[in-house]
């Protein structure tokens, strides 16, 4: 249990990294796309910009066809690599142009009649053509003023769709680096978190041998103590009522710690993972019935009703000891935490699924807060602290009884409303 507790722990260490690696990751490669988007589009924004101030300028000293303009205005209508103009005067007339490619001049125009930006403003417009193939235009629009008056408009604009794929393209090729990166940041997190849980691995293995070992020697001692509690018990030459208490409450000690180290050694050898399962075909319900007979006497002195639903023998494979020690702790925790005049109910539910079978424990009790029934099953974890002190409780029996469900690849799950009760459901394999 302690390899897997470790290793989850390095998967989720690993996780952690690889996530904020990949959010640095996206942010690095969203904020250098937009800056390169912002870098060549403004200087494209301004390269055009430029051809339309100089064409309204060349157009508005000679306002009139193609044939009146002077030798050098060539260089205001096509100069600039894949850029256009169309000049229209204020009915919508062609004065003068500088075609764009014939590919995208439907386009173009297209984006003229509908023109709707302001003077000076510089968009761009996207189109898919027939072959899903998407052209990009840069294009802005300035008046023709002559001697005061708007005499009409020239567009001009540049095909841009080359230095937008190019743009593209370069994003997936960052892209493709960043995930080589992200592949090689997580394996360097993985490798390094394996070294980081090394000195965790090592107290956690010194911490859990000397539970072994302490279990080990402390069952003699506590063997020795209670056989002398039973002679002296027994002797006839002890009368006083005060010394036979004080025997008592030796033998009452002596039990809880009994219990206490073996739960410990229990707890140690499963994460040694040198527990092993003694498995048989045995009758669930005769076990049920058993855990209740047993219980009775406990139940009945906090006044407590414990009840089973009616059973049906139920055939399972499994070790006997261990569902009984499972069933011993969870109708125990829900006789210790149901206060006077409650109730515990054990049910067998057979129905749901034919391979597998549900054990159900409900109680009347005092309820879980949400927020602790994720803990519960942690080592030596105590809801209710103080009542687990007068209890006798130790914080190892829902661990416990977790593990065994964890040896028989079962599941358990708790449901809880605090003043309201708490039900246990082990789901076990037939």
């Given at each position: 249990?302690?390899?897997?507790?470790f290793?989850?722990m390095?998967?989720r260490?690993?996780?952690?990294y690889s996530?904020?690696m990949?959010i640095?990751l996206?942010?690095?490669?969203?904020?250098v796309?937009?800056?390169?988007?912002?870098?060549i589009g403004?200087?494209?924004?301004?390269?055009?910009?430029?051809?339309?101030?100089?064409?309204a300028?060349?157009?508005?000293?000679y306002?009139?066809?193609q044939?009146?303009?002077?030798d050098?205005a060539?260089?205001?209508?096509?100069?600039?690599?894949r850029?256009?103009?169309?000049?229209l005067?204020?009915?919508?007339?062609?004065?003068?142009?500088s075609?764009?490619?014939?590919?995208?001049?439907?386009?173009?125009?297209d984006?003229?009649?509908?023109?709707?930006?302001?003077?000076g403003?510089?968009a761009?417009?996207?189109?898919e053509?027939?072959?899903?193939?998407?052209?990009?235009?840069m294009?802005?629009?300035r008046?023709?003023?002559?001697?005061g008056k708007?005499?009409?408009m020239?567009?001009?604009?540049?095909?841009?769709t080359?230095?937008?794929?190019?743009?593209?393209?370069s994003?997936?090729?960052?892209?493709?680096?960043?995930?080589?990166?992200?592949?090689?940041?997580?394996?360097?997190g993985?490798?390094?978190?394996?070294?980081?849980?090394?000195?965790?691995k090592?107290?956690?293995?010194k911490?859990r041998?000397?539970?072994i070992?302490?279990?080990?020697e402390l069952?003699?001692?506590?063997?020795?103590?209670?056989?002398?509690?039973?002679?002296?018990d027994?002797?006839?030459?002890?009368?006083s009522?005060?010394?036979k208490?004080?025997?008592?409450?030796?033998?009452?000690?002596?039990?809880?710690?009994?219990?206490l180290?073996s739960?410990?050694?229990?707890?140690?050898r499963?994460d040694?993972?040198?527990?092993?399962?003694?498995?048989?075909?045995?009758?669930?319900?005769?076990?049920?019935?058993?855990?209740?007979?047993?219980?009775?006497?406990?139940?009945?002195?906090?006044?407590?009703e414990?009840?089973?639903?009616?059973?049906?023998?139920?055939?399972?494979?499994?070790?006997?000891?261990?569902?009984?020690?499972?069933?011993?702790?969870?109708v125990?925790?829900?006789?210790?935490?149901?206060?006077a005049?409650?109730?515990?109910?054990?049910?067998?539910?057979?129905?749901?699924?034919k391979?597998?079978?549900?054990?159900?424990v409900?109680?009347?009790?005092?309820?879980i807060?949400?927020?602790?029934?994720?803990?519960?099953?942690d080592?030596?974890?105590?809801?209710?602290?103080a009542r687990?002190?007068?209890s006798?409780?130790?914080?190892l029996?829902?661990?416990?009884a977790?593990?065994i469900v964890?040896?028989?690849?079962?599941?358990?799950?708790?449901?809880?409303?605090?003043?309201?009760?708490?039900?246990?459901?082990?789901?076990l394999?037939?």
């Amino acid at each position: 249990m302690s390899q897997n507790m470790f290793n989850r722990m390095r998967q989720r260490l690993t996780l952690f990294y690889s996530l904020v690696m990949a959010i640095f990751l996206t942010v690095m490669i969203f904020g250098v796309y937009k800056s390169m988007e912002w870098s060549i589009g403004s200087e494209q924004a301004r390269e055009i910009l430029d051809a339309a101030n100089d064409s309204a300028a060349v157009h508005a000293v000679y306002p009139h066809a193609q044939e009146n303009l002077p030798d050098n205005a060539d260089q205001y209508k096509g100069s600039h690599d894949r850029t256009f103009f169309y000049v229209l005067d204020n009915e919508g007339h062609m004065l003068n142009f500088s075609r764009a490619s014939f590919m995208v001049e439907p386009f173009v125009l297209d984006v003229i009649n509908a023109w709707s930006m302001e003077s000076g403003e510089v968009a761009v417009f996207s189109k898919e053509d027939h072959l899903k193939f998407k052209h990009k235009l840069m294009m802005t629009a300035r008046p023709i003023i002559v001697e005061g008056k708007t005499a009409g408009m020239i567009y001009v604009g540049k095909d841009v769709t080359a230095l937008y794929n190019g743009l593209q393209k370069s994003m997936l090729v960052l892209g493709a680096f960043s995930l080589l990166a992200l592949f090689m940041a997580a394996l360097a997190g993985h490798v390094m978190s394996g070294k980081a849980l090394v000195p965790l691995k090592e107290a956690y293995e010194k911490q859990r041998q000397f539970a072994i070992d302490a279990s080990h020697e402390l069952r003699t001692p506590l063997s020795v103590v209670m056989a002398s509690a039973d002679v002296l018990d027994n002797d006839p030459a002890i009368t006083s009522p005060f010394l036979k208490q004080v025997i008592g409450d030796v033998r009452d000690e002596v039990k809880k710690m009994t219990k206490l180290v073996s739960d410990l050694l229990l707890v140690a050898r499963s994460d040694n993972q040198k527990v092993n399962l003694q498995q048989e075909r045995l009758d669930l319900a005769e076990i049920i019935e058993q855990t209740v007979r047993r219980m009775q006497p406990l139940a009945a002195e906090k006044n407590i009703e414990l009840t089973c639903s009616p059973l049906t023998a139920v055939d399972i494979k499994a070790d006997g000891q261990k569902i009984k020690q499972l069933l011993l702790i969870l109708v125990d925790n829900a006789v210790k935490y149901t206060p006077a005049g409650g109730k515990v109910m054990l049910a067998l539910d057979v129905k749901s699924e034919k391979s597998k079978v549900k054990i159900k424990v409900s109680d009347t009790g005092i309820g879980i807060a949400p927020e602790e029934q994720d803990l519960i099953f942690d080592r030596f974890y105590r809801a209710d602290k103080a009542r687990s002190r007068e209890s006798g409780g130790n914080g190892l029996g829902l661990a416990i009884a977790r593990e065994i469900v964890r040896l028989h690849k079962g599941k358990i799950q708790v449901d809880s409303k605090p003043g309201e009760g708490t039900t246990f459901t082990v789901e076990l394999k037939r």
